[in-house]
């Protein structure tokens, strides 16, 4: 079956940076975009990044553009999210997530795969 395992997330202090992995297995991942969504205690979940199937083409929130970086590797089945100068409302549980869709999708509820999220922590 379609397994997406995130790891890399941690405890980090306030302009630090977090390398996010997600390893994906049991799909064709090259015909994926893949995204990365993140849900802090109380709130929704929220989009933050995608990337195309060839990693052409990314997008971002407006709250990380410029910190975080989307890529992946199709020959290894995994998306990575850098993070750098992170700030304490960075903080939440993050999952990658798999949609089909004809462009780069921002809404969750366009992906049909997602892992099971990692926590990221950062420190004031």
């Known amino acids: 079956q379609v397994q997406l395992v995130e790891s890399g997330g941690g405890l980090v202090q306030a302009g630090g940076s977090l390398r996010l992995s997600c390893a994906a297995s049991?799909?064709?991942?090259?015909?994926?975009?893949m995204g990365w969504f993140r849900q802090a205690p109380g709130k929704e979940r929220e989009f933050v990044a995608v990337?195309?199937?060839?990693?052409?083409?990314?997008s971002y929130a407006d709250s990380v553009k410029g910190r975080f970086t989307i890529s992946r590797d199709n020959a290894k089945n995994t998306v990575y999210l850098q993070m750098n100068s992170l700030k304490p409302e960075d903080t939440a549980v993050y999952y990658c997530?798999?949609?089909?869709?004809?462009?780069?999708?921002?809404?969750?509820?366009?992906?049909?795969?997602w892992g099971q999220g990692t926590q990221v922590t950062v420190s004031s």
């Open positions: 990337i195309s199937r060839s990693g052409a083409g990314t």
């Open positions: 049991g799909l064709t991942f090259s015909i994926y975009h």
């Open positions: 997530a798999g949609a089909r869709t004809g462009v780069l999708a921002t809404a969750a509820y366009e992906y049909i795969y």
